[in-house]
Nanobody, 131 residues
Framework: QVQLVESGGGLVQPGGSLRLSCAASGFTLDYDAIGWFRQAPGKEREGVSCISSSDGSTYYADSVKGRFTISRDNAKNTVYLQMNNLKPEDPAVYYC????????????????????????WGQGTQVTVSS
């Protein structure tokens, strides 16, 4: 059974940091691109970042560029999202998703921020930013 499980969410003050994890079971991440998305109440789900498996390239939404870093540890079958300098606009439920159709995050760019390109989704983890 294919499963993605996010963890690492929580409450942090503005300017603080969190590291989210996306652990896969039932398949290996070696062959899939992994994307992070977020959805705040009353808003549409938006892409945050993507990392591809074939070339290890990454893509970031402008809203998080320079603050968030995506990485993967294939030995642990896990992808991480390091979030620094969290802002009041960052709170949301964060989801990870897997795609075997995204070949290069760098080459495909903004396409990797489209939810329809992903086939498997986790249940999400809540991130709250508040003083």
């Amino acid at each position: 059974q294919v499963q993605l499980v996010e963890s690492g969410g929580g409450l942090v003050q503005p300017g603080g940091s969190l590291r989210l994890s996306c652990a896969a079971s039932g398949f290996t991440l070696d062959y899939d691109a992994i994307g992070w998305f977020r959805q705040a109440p009353g808003k549409e789900r938006e892409g945050v970042s993507c990392i591809s498996s074939s070339d290890g390239s990454t893509y970031y939404a402008d809203s998080v560029k320079g603050r968030f870093t995506i990485s993967r540890d294939n030995a642990k079958n896990t992808v991480y999202l390091q979030m620094n300098n969290l802002k009041p606009e960052d709170p949301a439920v964060y989801y990870c998703a897997a795609s075997n159709r995204i070949t290069s995050a760098q080459a495909m760019g903004v396409i990797t921020m489209i939810a329809g390109w992903y086939d498997y989704w986790g249940q999400g983890t809540q991130v709250t930013v508040s003083s």
